[in-house]
């Protein structure tokens, strides 16, 4: 799956297929240049079952750890997935999630 980032204006997105109209996206804005808040994770019917939703997080924890940021979840699915997964905590603010 091939999962890209934009970014403007301190909000960004990582998505799957077109930025304009996404099959999967999870949103995201960043408060300081160390600090990302995931605010919203969307599948499309589409790319249901096929993991998309955790290879967007998974793909936003690469970055973080890339870019030294830490990363605050507000968004529901993604706080289950770093719940679940807590090999991908090292880059949560609060790694005690």
């Known amino acids: 799956m091939d999962i890209r980032r934009t970014e403007s204006d301190n909000k960004g ?20 240049p160390q600090k990302m808040i995931i605010d919203h994770t969307e599948v499309s ?11 967007l997080v ?20 993604a706080r289950s997935v770093f719940q679940k997964k807590e090999e991908l905590r090292d880059v949560l603010v609060n790694p005690n999630i």
């Open 13 to 32: 997105m990582f998505y799957v297929g077109d930025a304009n109209a996404p099959l999967a996206g999870m949103y995201y804005h960043m408060v300081s």
């Open 58 to 77: 998974k793909a936003s924890v690469d970055y973080a750890r890339a870019n030294n940021i830490k990363i605050e979840p507000h968004c529901p699915f």
């Open 45 to 55: 019917d589409e790319l249901r079952g096929q993991n998309a939703g955790y290879q």
